[in-house]
């Protein structure tokens, strides 16, 4: 193979010949530019793998406006490098060739982690961000080619819905951290991805609201599912644990609802007492069913629990004239009469099974309300006195 020095100008001129040919660089040794019969010009490096001793050649890329001389060079002489330090170029290309794609990954995330180890809601809730999100946008991209700039891109994208992008990030951090445990890349390209502000939920229902939603609820010819909302009313409950609680978590007599590990989001056993209404409740719902099925709120089989609220709590809040009210948002209506009845946030913090006192500070401002009724006491005593004056 012909030696020269290697120059725009020669580059321009060399002409093809009735065989491949390369021709290898004076000035920088292992770097050459290859010209095919056809007249297609391609830089190329070779060198010898440090450990094997096998010579390796990798491509560069085709000469042209993409691929000037001086470019090629430089990345001739940063694999060169790369190569006297032990790495293997061509190694290193054919392991991301033989990588698994983000689609791969997902798959594993779901069979590994998500399906073992999470609650069926939180199952489906990833499911649906993969489908929805992750996967039309990176699916196809290698594992160990997805970079910070793609998992923000797509963080970016979904600007307007924060919340949901948020939730999506957070899915993205987990696949890629157990991709690093399981040995398909080496850091997290989701860490850094700076999470978009959320402005916190504060809805809840005033008394009016709250007696509208119970004529709704008793008015509607499915009380099964009324009973569940009834429930989680007067329980503060997350509506996932309601309708997978078993009759056996429940002790009516001593008026405790023990909720398993595996149905709760802290993943641990939790112990709620019980009002007397909620026994009341559950004594209705035992003698109404005569305990037909292991479930407190059986579906369609009693084999398996009621799945699906949406159809009936769309119905009941246009029924009750309900705006912008979620299933979940009977949890802060539990909680917001109670810490505006006098009740302490640590308190309620444990009746709602909160693990961070933070998360129950938000109804900090209606522990008002009960001193400024106390402070009124004497503020009225005083303005009676002075009126007798």
């Not at 060399?14 to 830089?43: C, H, M, Q």
């Not at 119970?214 to 599912?225: I, K, M, S």
């Not at 309708?243 to 590990?261: H, M, N, Q, Y």
């Amino acid at each position: 193979m012909p030696t020269a020095r290697l120059t725009k100008s020669h580059v321009d001129r060399i002409a093809a010949s009735n065989r491949d040919t390369i021709y290898w660089d004076e000035s920088l040794p292992g770097f050459g530019l290859r010209v095919k019969t056809t007249g297609v010009k391609s830089f190329v490096v070779q060198y010898r793998n440090r450990q094997t001793g096998r010579s390796k050649r990798k491509t560069l890329g085709r000469y042209g406006p993409t691929m000037s001389l001086q470019a090629a060079r430089d990345l001739a002489r940063s694999l060169l490098a790369d190569v006297i330090r032990g790495e293997d170029p061509v190694a290193n290309a054919q392991a991301v060739r033989r990588s698994p794609d983000v689609f791969e990954l997902a798959k594993l995330y779901m069979t590994e982690h998500a399906i073992p180890k999470k609650r069926q809601g939180s199952v489906r809730n990833d499911q649906s961000m993969l489908d929805g999100y992750i996967l039309p946008k990176l699916g196809k991209l290698r594992v160990v080619a997805v970079g910070n700039q793609d998992v923000q891109k797509l963080h970016n994208q979904m600007r307007q819905t924060p919340y949901q992008a948020n939730r999506t990030l957070a899915l993205l951090s987990k696949m890629f951290e157990l991709s690093v445990r399981w040995g398909m890349r080496s850091d997290n390209p989701a860490r850094g991805v700076e999470k978009f502000p959320e402005e916190k939920r504060d809805r809840w229902l005033s008394d009016e609201e709250l007696s509208r939603l119970l004529a709704a609820l008793a008015e509607h010819p499915n009380q099964v599912a009324a009973e569940a909302i009834r429930l989680q009313l007067l329980t503060g409950a997350r509506i996932g644990e309601v309708l997978t609680a078993k009759w056996t978590d429940f002790d009516i007599e001593r008026g405790v609802w023990t909720k398993p590990s595996h149905h709760t989001k802290q993943k641990r056993r939790e112990h709620l007492p019980l009002s007397s209404a909620s026994c009341e409740l559950l004594r209705r719902i035992r003698e109404a069913r005569a305990a037909k099925s292991a479930w407190l709120f059986p579906g369609r089989s009693p084999e398996r629990p009621y799945k699906d609220l949406k159809v009936f709590w769309r119905s009941v809040t246009l029924a009750a004239d309900l705006k912008d009210y979620r299933i979940h948002d009977n949890r802060h209506t539990h909680a917001s009469h109670l810490v505006s009845s006098g009740l302490s946030l640590p308190i309620v913090g444990r009746l709602l099974g909160h693990t961070n006192p933070s998360t129950t500070q938000r109804y900090a401002h209606l522990a008002d309300d009960p001193l400024r009724h106390a402070a009124d006491i004497i503020g009225n005593k005083i303005k009676d006195q002075d009126a007798e004056l």
